[in-house]
Structures are given as structure tokens and as C-alpha cells.
């Protein structure tokens, strides 16, 4: 089909649309010319680079939001002030910018850099390898955060490879050690001494990260059936069983803990709530006073893997109690410890031995 229109009439309407002229002088336009599909395409306004420090701050946002304080903390520390520092530095300011080159170099940086820590300033340390994989991890889903937002294209950490992840070996505290913790946790002086018995016993007892142990309320805590709510990553909640030893020492420390506003329920000699580097500070002293080496609030995790396996042999037992969400974690976890499955039967938990 051909139709047949005057110039005014084609070149008012759209002066770019394909014509032809027949031998008569008449202009013509096919309908294939007529279809917008066809018409010549218009180039989309550019979009202005996003601004890398708007990036980051609209990922703590939403962190601050939505994780916990912990989470915002990582991605403070591993993004806004690691990468975002050593990008800044060399004047890397948009995300487009933003190279697959400048990443592995911020990565390169970070594995020789050293630092040195609090009361030995002349000697200097290497990072670890699991700070630098928490660098690649953070950055990698920064990048992708920006993706989602389409405020890039493409991340420029597609298919770089993660630092190669150390295998060591984790050591569980013996029995011994289990024993002399306790002993000297129940020798502060005043309601402290029930509060640092209470605390080892729990971790020893149920397993739980440093800060599902912080984050036990008073209503966390099922007195009749003698159970426990931790509030687990992802905010996965799990319940576990409190053994008798634990459930006495619990028992004492309410009787005699300050009784302040909200649900504050480990508190300090100050009567205000417990940080993590103050429960840190306490094991680790803990430790130095019993002669134990290398007491942090994660080995006594490590023991209660070690000792719930050992006498359960259910290694989907011991990844419930744990909080694992798959089971290969578990797998990778005991395989660490070094444990063996199991020499006699019966539920056991550390607390029982600690009697």
C-alpha cells in the first residue's frame, strides 16, 4: 500500500521520516516507514555519574536500617573507610570510574599492609588472611548493591577470584581448662562473680556466638521449661536446651543482678549495658588469672562443637545447636576441631562435666 502526501505535510509532521519520490513528483511513504518501531531511534540523556561517597553512605544506610550494629560496623570499616579511603586517595570519586584494576590493587594493599597493636608499638603485624577475604567480600557486595540500584552497569569485581581461604587448625579448651575458667569466673568479688560464671557456663552450655550471648534479655529465658532463646544471625532465632549447672548459674545471677529500666539483663559494675570489647576483656583476663592461653569468648564454641559431637554423634544435631544454616558449614567446622565422632552415648553438654 502507497499513500500520497504533501511536503508540508511530511516534513511538518517528522523531517527525518524516510520519502521517495515517484516519476509524478508525489512524495511516498511505506508503512514500514510510517511504523514508530522503524523511525530513526533518539540517543537517551547520558545519566551523571553517580558519586562513589553517595554509594557508600546509601549502603550504611541501609545497613543501619536493616542489619544489626555488627553488620553496619563491617561495611563502616571494610567499605567507607578501606576501600572508600584508598579510592579517594588516588581520586577515584564516581562509581564509573571505579576499575577492576583499582580493586585488585586495593586488595594487593591491603594483604602487605601492616599495623601495629596497643602496647607494642614496634612491632608490626601483617593483616590476616580472613580480614583481607572480609575486604573482597564487603567490596564485592558494595558493587553489587550499586548494580542492583542500576547505578552501574556491570560490578568490576565480575569473576575475580576470592584470596585463597586458610585452612588451620582450631583447638578446643580441655576439660582442665573448662574447669579453672569457671573456678576463677566465681571469684569476683560482689554479684560480678555470678554474672562471670553465668556468662562461661552459657557459652559453654549452649554454643552460642558472642553476640547471641549479648543479646539475651530477661524474656529470653523460659524458667518452667528450663530453655533459651538466641537471637542467631539473620535474625534466625533458635532455642536451646539449658543443662543443670547452667540453669543454676543463670537462676543466681537473676537473683542478684541489678534490676534496671528496659531489658538490659549483662550489665557492668556501672550499671550500663555489656559491649562486646567488655565481655572480650573479660574472658581474656579471665584466662591470664586461670593460666589459660588464648581465651576469647569463639573458643568456647569450638568446645561445645567438640563436646556435643563427641558424645551425640549427630552432626544435624550439632549443626541445629550451632545455628549452622547448611550443613557443609558444620562439616567444615568440625573438620577444623579435628573431631571424631563420638565415644559414648547419651546427650551431653560441656556444663555436666563442669559439676
Given at each position: 500500500m502507497v499513500c500520497f502526501l504533501s511536503i508540508r505535510e511530511v516534513l511538518g509532521s517528522n523531517p527525518s521520516t524516510p520519502t521517495k519520490v515517484d516519476r509524478y513528483g508525489h512524495l511516498q511513504i511505506r508503512e514500514w516507514a510510517a511504523n514508530p518501531r522503524n523511525m530513526p531511534r533518539q540517543r537517551a540523556a547520558q545519566q551523571p555519574a553517580f558519586e562513589l561517597s553517595d554509594a557508600?553512605?546509601?549502603l550504611l544506610d541501609e545497613y543501619a536500617y536493616e542489619g544489626s550494629a555488627k553488620t553496619h560496623s563491617f561495611y563502616a570499616d571494610n567499605v567507607g573507610r578501606a576501600l572508600g579511603g584508598y579510592l579517594a586517595a588516588r581520586g577515584v570519586v564516581t562509581l564509573e570510574a571505579v576499575t577492576r584494576d583499582h580493586v585488585?590493587?586495593?586488595?594487593?594493599?591491603?594483604?602487605?599492609?601492616?599495623?601495629?597493636?596497643?602496647?607494642?608499638?614496634?612491632?608490626?603485624?601483617?593483616i590476616s588472611n580472613s580480614t583481607l577475604?572480609?575486604?573482597?567480600?564487603?567490596?564485592?557486595?558494595?558493587?553489587?548493591?550499586?548494580?542492583?540500584?542500576?547505578?552501574?552497569?556491570?560490578?568490576?569485581?565480575?569473576?575475580?577470584?576470592?584470596?585463597?581461604?586458610?585452612?588451620?587448625?582450631?583447638?578446643?579448651?580441655?576439660q582442665d581448662e573448662a574447669r579453672r575458667l569457671v573456678r576463677y569466673a566465681s571469684q569476683a568479688s560482689g554479684w560480678l562473680g555470678?554474672?562471670?560464671?553465668?556468662?562461661?557456663?552459657?557459652?559453654l552450655g549452649t554454643g552460642a556466638r558472642a553476640d547471641e550471648v549479648l543479646g539475651v534479655a530477661p524474656g529470653c529465658i523460659n524458667w518452667p521449661k528450663r530453655e533459651i532463646v538466641l537471637h542467631g544471625?539473620?535474625?534466625?532465632?533458635?532455642?536451646?536446651?539449658?543443662?543443670?549447672?547452667?540453669?543454676?548459674?543463670?537462676?543466681?545471677y537473676d537473683a542478684v543482678?541489678?534490676?534496671?529500666?528496659?531489658?538490659?539483663?549483662?550489665?557492668?559494675?556501672?550499671?550500663t549495658r555489656l559491649t562486646y570489647p567488655a565481655f572480650w576483656m573479660v574472658v581474656k583476663h579471665l584466662g591470664e588469672y586461670a593460666g589459660v592461653e588464648d581465651s576469647h569468648p569463639h573458643r568456647f564454641r569450638h568446645t561445645f562443637a567438640t563436646e556435643f559431637t563427641a558424645a551425640n554423634r549427630d552432626i544435624r544435631a550439632t549443626q541445629r545447636r550451632l545455628g549452622h544454616?547448611?550443613?557443609?558449614?558444620?562439616?567444615?567446622?568440625?573438620?577444623?576441631?579435628?573431631?571424631?565422632?563420638?565415644?559414648?552415648?547419651?546427650?551431653?553438654?560441656?556444663?555436666?562435666?563442669?559439676?
Open positions: 557508600i553512605a546509601s585488585r590493587d586495593f586488595l594487593i594493599a591491603e594483604k602487605r599492609r601492616t599495623y601495629t597493636r596497643h602496647g607494642q608499638p614496634d612491632v608490626h603485624h601483617l577475604r572480609h575486604r573482597y567480600g564487603a567490596a564485592r557486595r558494595f558493587f553489587g548493591y550499586c548494580v542492583e540500584r542500576g547505578w552501574i552497569a556491570h560490578s568490576p569485581m565480575e569473576g575475580m577470584r576470592a584470596p585463597r581461604k586458610e585452612k588451620r587448625a582450631v583447638f578446643p579448651f580441655s555470678k554474672r562471670d560464671r553465668a556468662l562461661i557456663l552459657l557459652m544471625k539473620g535474625g534466625k532465632d533458635r532455642r536451646m536446651r539449658l543443662g543443670p549447672e547452667l540453669y543454676r548459674a543463670l537462676r543466681e543482678r541489678p534490676k534496671l529500666p528496659g531489658n538490659l539483663w549483662w550489665v557492668t559494675q556501672r550499671n544454616e547448611k550443613i557443609q558449614t558444620t562439616e567444615n567446622y568440625l573438620h577444623a576441631l579435628g573431631v571424631d565422632y563420638g565415644l559414648e552415648d547419651g546427650y551431653r553438654t560441656p556444663d555436666i562435666w563442669l559439676v
